[in-house]
């Protein structure tokens, strides 16, 4: 009989939930092949008995084979689905469709009774995604939901000596599904491990340890409970104990007078074995208290400030399947990057993520298995997180969730799930972990009124919110009326999700990062997220590029809108995440003039002893002075001022340098790593007085450079040029063209329905309907002189009364051919710009080559994404210049050119009076060639390698999910000039 419409979590010879636990106890794995068929729909019930692929003589040998653990859409097997809010599936609780993939898995092992002598069996399973009815030997054991949860039978009376039979029949659909609506692929199979685990009389079933730490003294307790055989000892040796209870009345906490704090930045672990005669478990537990006084969340007695990433478990090939080295990596990665917090979004990773986080060091809010999004779309009718039919299969997977993972000082928050509204469901889950686990705190974001949670949280609020939260409050809390209100206020904010890490962006960390430090109710959060969810595919052609939603023909899918990392698909950092460095740099650097520089620390537990300073000074980009110096000792929290040598005066542009890096290596860095860079200009740019010009027309040669007859420059030195083309129009990037979670595939505003004001579409269309893309030009006049020309165009779009006009000024003159450019709007503009500047055609054979340029770097960098860049002379590949972001966008702006060379081509940027320096961007197509296309491998074969020269750009913000450029990185229309010279 199968279970589809069972909205109970699975069948009662289900376990008891337990930890994930490390044990001398005899395990075996039955990972490797397996006999696998997959069912386009629900091959129904068998009337008489178990399906025939149960027993043990069925005829398999015309099955496929697949690896377990593994997802079979990513095995030749149907395909990955993407939705994000809505079910790919009628809403038709708590029934799925008939059309329900269905993946029968079988596999032949032996036992023998020798495994687990006088003891039981036990078959588990780490995570089936959906609902899985299990025989062993063509009996049924039983079935079970909770895609990313435990389960555990005994199966100890169906087994025999020799060759055991274990079938497995998989639905991708089940009423389950409805709980599990995460903003993920929709990827069914055997995903995590299966084993037998052996248990021996008078073993320990389960053991819940926690570690905790009085921070006024030091002094620890620990708390031991076992569950099992007896007695019981229980041995720290580090800490000199070595107890033993006959009985459960004798367990009492063990107190130790002095024991060192557990902390992200301490990760400091015990190992503790707990043993009866038949069995010792290995655990490593940490020491801290995690409390909420007042509107306070603290760890060890200080603010828990959460610099965080929301986490999904995703692999391009793998998709949720564990690998140890891939998460490794991935965890380093985020140490590397200041990050110190993870969000388990939204369900709980494989339970190894937690033991390397515990060693690593992280603070984990750990959240359960659990979202109803879909129904936000019928005003939440028949929400299963407030439905009493679905109780038990809520309660059911906190129980999971909490057992399974209850022993990590990592986790310092349970979550009850996101986005599944509210309800009594959730609160029930709530009291029965209150009642469990009263050490640590409860998150769910969607209690907006706080009845049944620790800590107020949001997602995506803007700064405004923000600060009417914490300070002066000058709106209404979300959503609730003044009283409860008055109750979220007074407790620890924190941003569950902010940051919309999608495409080119987020803008406005340091934003977010300044109230952090201004609000002390406000502990921080954790961007939304890690990393792109694409999935590795191949063209026809064998080009390989990253599906998202709708690459397998998925009829309702949600696009990109998976794209939306600090990471690539492929594990590229993008230049968000090093933005997100140096926002969250644990020592702030600040100058305060001279050779005085503020350092702070704002770390959690570390001083500064581990660190040391760098500095160094450039003249021109050219090193001339440096040295290394001994950090103040500030405990957390403190600052000091220090005092760089003296270094004779400049004559020139100088720039200096801190970098705070570590003394030695770390588990997850090494020695020299840098955690916080500042830098200050000291000396401007001297001016340089023009040269006479050395030179004049012949023909219609200036200097090396070539014009046509209507102000085109056509040639420079043995180079085919074109240009320049005044230019306002950038390709899209995702925040350009979305307004919050509605438009996904268009910017056609009559999807938009995003957190924004739904009158203000999203950028890219007011762009789009101004025509900014499309730019005609008129050249007004060209009028040469004896050392120069000057070229003035208009342009504008089709059927528009407003436009820029540009005046083009060359010169020869004895730096070389020198170019004013002036840009200025007419008309009546209503809308901001994507980019003003100008865009020169280059030969393609320059793309080969590597650009050097003094200027910002090294990544791009935009108005309100630019803690990362720094003024420097870098080198780079023309085709590094740019990101492979999800799809083609907007990237590769460097703002502050001073030079530029690449190849043959010398170009010095002079700033001067009002005329700033220019951004570069180098790009094998054009603005326009990027605009609208899915893929990389969808853009038109290349023209030619262009040179865009940009007086300014518009923000980045993060409206895609979230608010949009703040004024004050907007670009309005506004008159612009810059010089810059072909030398
Ligand atoms: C949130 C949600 C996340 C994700 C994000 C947008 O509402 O909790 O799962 O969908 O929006 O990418």
Known sequence: MTHLGDSAPGSDTRLAPRAWLRSDAPVQSLDGEWAFRLHDADPGDDVDGPPPFAAIDADVSGWDRIPVPSHWGLHGHGHPTYTNIRYPFPLDPPHVPDANPTGDHRRVFEWHPSFCAGGRTLLRFEGVESLATVWVNGAEIGWFTGSRLMTEFDITDHLVDGENVLAVRVHQWSAASYLEDQDQWWLPGIFRSVSLQGRPANGLDDVFARGDRDPATGAGTLDVR???????????????????????????????????????????????????DAETVRLRVGFRRVEVVGDRLLADGRPLIFRGVNRHETDPDRGRVFDEEYVRGELELMRRHNITAIRTAHQPPHPRVLELADELGFWVVLECDLETHGFWDVEWTGNPADDPAWRAACLDRARRTIERDKNHASVVMWSLGNESGTGRN????????????????????GDYGGAYTDVYSRMYPTLEEIASVCGEQTMPVHEIGPAEGARQRAKPFVLCEFAHAMGNGPGSLADYESLVEAYPRLHGGFVWEWRDHGIRARTDDGTEFFAYGGDFGEPVHDGVYLMDGLVLSDGTPSPGLGELAAVWAPVTLEHLGERSWRVRNRQHTLGTA??????????????????????????????????????????????????????EGSAWAPAGHVVSRAQAQLHAAAPRPARAATGGWRGDALGDAVFDRRGGLVRWRDLEVSGPLPELWRAPTENDQLDGQGSYETADPALTHGRGDEDTPAS??????????????????????????????????????????????????GDGLRLHTDIRPFGPWDCTWPRVGARFGLPAALAGERAHWFGTGPAESYPDSAEAAYVGRFAADVDALGVAYGRPQETGHRPGLRSLDLGPLHLRAVASGSTGLPGFQLDRHTAQERTGVAHAHELPPSRGLWLYLDAAQHGLGSRACGPDVLPRYALWPRAVSWTVVFD
């Open 610 to 663: 581990h660190l040391e300073l760098q500095w160094r000074a450039e003249d021109d980009g050219i090193p001339v002075s440096s040295g290394t110096l001994d950090l103040p000792a500030l405990a957390p929290g403190d600052e000091g001022v220090i005092e760089l040598p003296e270094i004779p005066d400049a004559t020139t542009e100088r720039w200096v340098t801190l970098e705070a890096a570590l003394r």
């Open 426 to 445: 959730l609160a029930e889950m709530a009291g029965w972990i209150r009642e469990r686990d009263d050490s640590r705190p409860i998150h769910y974001e």
């Open 764 to 813: 890219s269309v007011r762009w789009l309907e101004r025509g900014l893309d499309r730019l005609q030009h008129r050249v007004l006049s060209v009028e040469r002189s004896d050392d120069g020309l000057v070229q003035r165009v208009r342009s504008m779009a089709a059927h528009s009364a407003q436009g820029i006009e540009t005046t083009f000024s060359w010169r020869l003159d």
């Open 226 to 276: 076992p569950r099992g055989g007896w007695p019981v000892t229980v041995r720290v040796p580090e800490l000199g104990i070595d107890e033993t209870w006959t009985a459960p009345s004798e367990i009492v906490p063990l107190t130790i007078d002095a024991v060192d704090a557990w902390t992200a930045e301490t990760p400091r672990l015990y190992d503790v074995d707990v043993s009866t």
